[in-house]
């Protein structure tokens, strides 16, 4: 049984540590198929090594030399124009644009209750909620509401009322994860 060809080009190259080289070497002694395969490469490895080194210089040296001259007539050509302008104009111009800067950002950033210093009439209503029903009933009711006020208790500790547990969305009415079923 004749080895790959690859295994024949590590023998061949002597990359084949020695328990296997001496087998190896059998195998190619006994098999005449397997001499033919390693005789193959061992001719493909002396014609790659036969032919002389082909002359690089002359083709690097001619091409260094297109490449220079291409790059010698080349004139930089200039990207931005160059203009001089006075401290103080420079300055100026600084200052206006940080100027509609400061006034946009307060434009945009002023909060609606200054709405009405600026001249813009803004109308909302407050609601004052004395209970929990109360607040869902407006919640529920769908009618837009700008601000709830809701007044705490004048006691600045709230105390737990039961015990915490954990409930499933099932027992609660909601849907059943995928695949599984209900448990009798």
């Known amino acids: 049984m004749c080895p790959d060809d690859q295994l024949l080009s590590a023998h061949f190259d002597h990359e084949v540590p020695s328990p296997w080289k001496e087998q190896l070497d059998r195998i190619i002694d006994s098999d005449i198929v397997c001499r033919q395969k390693f005789d193959r490469i061992a001719a493909v490895h002396t014609a790659l090594h036969a032919g002389a080194e082909p002359d690089f210089d002359a083709a690097k040296d001619r ?23 006075s401290l103080p104009l420079a300055a ?6 940080l100027a509609v800067g400061v006034l946009a950002s307060y434009m945009l950033l002023r909060t609606p209750g200054n709405a009405a210093t600026a001249g813009v009439f803004e109308s909302g209503v407050t609601i004052r909620v004395d209970d ?6 407006i919640i529920n009711s769908g009618d837009p509401v700008r ?22 969305a099932v027992d609660q009415g909601g849907e059943r994860p995928f695949g599984e079923t209900e448990q009798p």
């Open 147 to 168: 601000q709830v006020q809701i007044d705490l208790p004048e006691q600045s500790r709230f105390q737990f009322s039961g015990e915490p547990r954990l409930i499933r």
């Open 92 to 97: 100026a111009a600084a200052m206006a644009i």
């Open 132 to 137: 929990v029903e109360q607040l869902l009933r």
């Open 63 to 85: 091409i260094w030399d297109s490449i220079q001259s291409r790059t010698a007539y080349v004139q930089p050509h200039q990207r931005f124009r160059t203009v001089s302008i």
